[in-house]
């Protein structure tokens, strides 16, 4: 994108990590979502869900509420797939 002079928005970014959670580049989705806490990027309810959905598949059951209290720090609203997602990743723990 940078050699085409267009810099990605929020919304780019949120898709990138949904993307690389889904086709499981876990290290490449982690990364960009710590560096989306440090930038203050505004990220979705898909975008959270993806990372609860990372951190329950490697058995990180702290790491899924902690995203899910940050989400709903940030003011991010829950959809259900979200709360359906956490509560699959808890019921398999």
Not at 6 to 19: G, K, L, N, R, S
Not at 37 to 43: G, S
Not at 55 to 73: H, P, Q
Request: aromatic residues 12%.
């Amino acid at each position: 994108m940078a050699a085409f002079g267009v810099e990605p928005d929020d919304v780019t970014y949120a898709v990138m990590i949904d993307c690389y959670g889904r086709v499981g580049n876990v290290d490449m989705a982690l990364r960009l979502y710590d560096h989306s806490r440090t930038e203050k990027w505004r990220l979705d309810a898909v975008t959270f869900t993806t990372i609860i959905k990372i951190y329950g598949t490697s058995r990180n059951f702290d790491g899924c509420l902690t995203v899910f209290e940050e989400m709903k720090a940030l003011g991010v609203k829950p959809n259900l797939v979200c709360y359906n997602t956490l509560l699959r990743r808890y019921g398999k723990s």
